[in-house]
């Protein structure tokens, strides 16, 4: 065996070993990977009762309830349809209705209210997170400039 097959020999091993790791960190990652989805999109699937996913949309106007403590209950919307959001924790400052909002969490069963562990607003008026304003832009309900 020369030295130039030997060379490549040794790099087509460490091609072969980086790609084995690569795969086997995107399978380990396979269930902690977390998708956005609009309300639309929710009910279109039927996402099933424990599947951890990402909703986002505008905070519907009027739907905001405080509860006891620091409890609070919402609707998400796409305007074209709305999921009811319940979380308990602090809200970001920027929190309000009419706003852009992803949260993150799971129904606990099917066809209930939507549980969420957290919640991420805009943070300046010009910010909407990109899946939110596509979602919108979609539905012909943009209002925003562009990014």
């Known amino acids: 065996m020369t030295r130039k097959q030997k060379r490549l020999a040794v790099i087509a091993g460490g091609v072969g ?3 084995v790791a690569v795969l086997l960190v995107l399978f380990a990652l396979q269930d902690q990977i977390v998708y956005f989805h609009s309300p639309s999109d929710v009910v279109e699937k039927q996402v099933g009762s424990g599947t ?3 909703l ?3 905070v519907e106007d009027g739907s905001v309830i405080r509860g006891q403590g620091s409890s609070v209950s919402f609707a998400v919307t796409d ?3 709305s999921i009811s959001v319940s979380y308990r ?3 970001p400052d920027l929190f309000r209705e009419g706003q852009g909002v992803v949260v993150e969490g799971a129904f606990p069963q099917a066809g209930g209210m939507f549980v969420a562990d957290s919640v991420l607003a805009k943070h300046d008026e010009t910010y909407m997170p990109r899946e939110v304003a596509d979602s919108l ?3 012909g309900h943009w209002q925003g400039g562009e990014q």
Do not use: D, W, Y
Request: charged share 20%.
């Open 17 to 19: 070993v980086i790609g």
């Open 52 to 54: 951890r996913i990402r």
């Open 56 to 58: 986002g949309g505008l």
């Open 79 to 81: 305007t074209a349809n």
């Open 89 to 91: 924790g602090i809200l």
């Open 137 to 139: 832009k979609e539905m």
